[in-house]
C-alpha cells in the first residue's frame, strides 16, 4: 500500500510517501519569513503553500522512486489549523485523489502528532499514555488502541507552545519562542526565580496563563520599561522553562500512577524541547515504562505522520467522500472523554 500524505496547516507545506508503513520520503518547506512579522501570517502562509504542494509532490515521488499512478492512497491534513492553509493542502489532495480515482482519507492534524511514534523503528505499545505539546494544543492522552483514545486532560487556556511564544516575545527574544528560549536557557540557572505551577480542579488539566503573567509581574517589578540586561536573559529563560517542564510533569506522573500503561510518548513541536524530553526520559526510567518520542524531524509539522494515521485510518475500515471539508479548531468529541 503506498500512501501519498500532504500538510499544510500552518506555516510548513510538507509531502511524504510511504509503503507499507514504511517511509520513502518527507519534504518539509518552512515559512521562515513569517519570523518578521512576530507569528504566522495566514494569507501570506496560503500563498506559500499554493507555491510549494505541486514541486514539493514531484519531488518526493521522484526520491521515492514510484510514479503518481503507484499511489493507491491519498491523505491530507483536514485541521485544526488555519483554514486558507488547510484548504489548499486537502483540495490539491481531493483533486488528486479525484483525477487519478484514487481513495482519499482526510487526517486530523492531532492525530497525526498522536501516531507519529509509530514512524520510529521501537513502536510503542498500547495502551500508551501520550503528551501532545504544540503552539496551539495540550493534551495529555490514554491511547488505547488505533482507534480509541481517551482525553484525560488538556489547557484550560494558553497551550505550552504559545505560552512560550509569549514570553519568548516578552522578555524580548522574538518568535518562535520554543528555540530561542531553549538556547538561552541551557545558560541559565533554573531555580534562580521562581515561577507559579496552577493547581487546578481537573486532575489531568493544564494552565499557562498564570505563569505567562508571572512572568510579566517579574519583568514589571525589576526592569523599568521592560529593559532587561542581556546578562539576565539565561535565568528568565530557564526558570519559565522550568516551570513548563514541571507542570507537564506533574500530570503526566499522575496519569502514570492512576493507569495501567505500558508506552509513553511525547508528540508536537514543542517535544523538540530537549528539557522536557529528558524530563520524560527521567520519568520512563523511574517508573519503568517504555518511552517512544518521536525524531525531531517528525515532532513538528509533517506530512510522514499524515500519511501513516491516513493508512491507519483506511486499514480501520473508514471510507471518505470528496465533500469532506476543511476545519481550523479540533472536535469537541474527537477523544472519548474521562470522567
Known amino acids: 500500500m503506498i500512501v501519498l500524505g500532504i500538510e499544510s496547516s500552518c506555516d510548513e507545506t510538507s509531502v511524504a510517501v510511504i509503503k507499507n508503513e514504511?517511509?520513502?520520503?518527507?519534504?518539509?518547506?518552512?515559512?521562515?519569513?513569517?519570523k518578521k512579522y512576530g507569528?504566522?501570517?495566514?494569507?501570506?502562509?496560503?500563498?506559500?503553500?499554493?507555491?510549494?504542494?505541486?514541486?514539493?509532490v514531484k519531488q518526493a515521488l521522484e526520491e521515492s522512486k514510484i510514479s503518481i499512478n503507484d499511489v493507491d492512497l491519498i491523505a491530507a491534513t483536514a485541521g485544526p489549523g488555519l483554514i486558507g492553509a488547510l484548504l489548499v493542502g486537502l483540495t490539491y489532495a481531493k483533486g488528486l485523489a479525484y483525477s487519478l480515482k484514487k481513495e482519499f482519507v482526510p487526517v486530523n492534524h492531532i492525530e497525526g502528532h498522536i501516531f507519529s511514534p509509530f514512524l520510529m523503528d521501537e513502536k510503542p505499545e498500547f495502551p500508551m499514555l501520550c503528551l501532545v505539546v504544540s503552539g496551539g494544543h495540550t493534551l495529555?492522552?490514554?491511547?488505547?488502541?488505533?482507534?480509541?483514545?481517551?482525553?484525560?486532560?488538556?489547557?484550560?487556556?494558553?497551550?505550552?507552545?504559545?505560552?512560550?511564544?509569549?514570553?519568548?516575545?516578552?522578555?524580548?527574544?522574538?518568535?518562535?519562542?520554543?528555540?530561542?528560549?531553549?538556547?538561552?536557557?541551557?545558560?541559565?540557572?533554573?531555580?534562580?526565580?521562581?515561577?507559579?505551577?496552577?493547581?487546578?480542579?481537573?486532575?489531568?488539566?493544564?494552565?499557562?496563563?498564570?505563569l505567562k503573567t508571572a512572568v510579566l509581574r517579574h519583568l514589571e517589578s525589576n526592569y523599568d520599561d521592560f529593559q532587561i540586561p542581556e546578562h539576565d536573559l539565561p535565568n528568565l529563560a530557564a526558570s519559565f522553562q522550568n516551570a513548563v517542564v514541571k507542570a507537564l510533569s506533574q500530570k503526566v506522573v499522575k496519569a502514570i500512577k492512576t493507569f495501567d500503561i505500558k508506552s509513553l510518548s511525547l508528540v508536537g513541536g514543542v517535544a523538540a524541547n530537549r528539557a522536557i524530553r529528558n524530563s520524560f526520559v527521567e520519568i520512563s526510567n523511574k517508573y519503568k515504562k517504555k518511552l517512544v518520542i518521536p525524531d525531531l524531524e517528525y515532532c513538528g509539522d509533517n506530512a510522514a505522520m499524515i500519511a501513516l494515521r491516513g493508512l491507519q485510518v483506511y486499514?480501520?475500515?473508514?471510507?471518505?467522500?470528496?465533500?469532506?471539508?476543511?476545519?481550523?479548531?479540533?472536535?469537541?468529541?474527537l477523544f472519548e472523554s474521562y470522567q
Open 22 to 34: 514504511k517511509l520513502l520520503s518527507n519534504l518539509i518547506a518552512s515559512q521562515d519569513f513569517h
Open 39 to 56: 507569528g504566522v501570517v495566514p494569507e501570506l502562509s496560503s500563498r506559500a503553500h499554493l507555491q510549494m504542494v505541486q514541486p514539493l
Open 140 to 210: 495529555l492522552l490514554l491511547v488505547k488502541s488505533y482507534t480509541q483514545i481517551v482525553k484525560l486532560g488538556s489547557t484550560v487556556d494558553d497551550a505550552a507552545g504559545e505560552a512560550f511564544d509569549k514570553v519568548s516575545k516578552m522578555i524580548g527574544l522574538g518568535y518562535p519562542g520554543g528555540p530561542m528560549i531553549q538556547k538561552f536557557a541551557e545558560s541559565g540557572d533554573p531555580n534562580s526565580i521562581e515561577f507559579p505551577i496552577a493547581q487546578l480542579k481537573g486532575k489531568f488539566d493544564f494552565s499557562f496563563s498564570g
Open 315 to 333: 486499514n480501520s475500515g473508514k471510507r471518505f467522500s470528496f465533500s469532506e471539508n476543511a476545519f481550523p479548531a479540533l472536535p469537541e468529541d
